[in-house]
């Protein structure tokens, strides 16, 4: 199983920024795909995840109605578009992968088996 993510950087407050991330390897039942992000000294959180069948979308309480997250079923592929970044968002952005995950699960990293390598970003106020 391998996790490509692609996008991250350095931008300003108030900018947008896309991150996605391919999927190869992996069997697509009963999968959750999920963005979880990690600040320097602060617990891995969840950002937000699809379940891939049916779509159920998931959002982290912080990123909720700035960040949006969509699925490509071809291209085994999900795009994180996230607007109104603040300095708070900066972290390391990581794409993980879970199986058979519920609703009361699908915000805890602990509940996915693979992960990407991660990808920077960094908002400047």
């Known amino acids: 199983v391998q996790l490509q993510a692609s996008g991250g950087g350095l931008v300003q407050a108030g900018d947008s920024l896309s991150l996605s991330c391919a999927a190869s390897?992996?069997?697509?039942?009963?999968?959750?795909m999920a963005w979880f992000r990690q600040a320097p000294g602060k617990e891995r959180e969840f950002v937000a995840g699809?379940?891939?069948?049916?779509?159920?979308?998931y959002y982290g309480d912080s990123v909720k109605g700035r960040f949006t997250l969509s699925r490509d079923i071809a291209k085994k592929t999900v795009t994180l578009r996230m607007s109104s970044l603040r300095p708070e968002d900066t972290a390391v952005y990581y794409c993980?992968?879970?199986?058979?995950?519920?609703?009361?699960?699908?915000?805890?990293?602990?509940?996915?088996?693979?992960w990407g390598q991660g990808t920077q970003v960094t908002v400047s106020s």
């Open positions: 993980a992968v879970g199986f058979r995950l519920i609703a009361s699960t699908v915000r805890s990293p602990n509940r996915y088996t693979y």
């Open positions: 390897g992996v069997t697509f039942t009963d999968v959750t």
């Open positions: 699809v379940r891939w069948s049916g779509g159920n979308l």
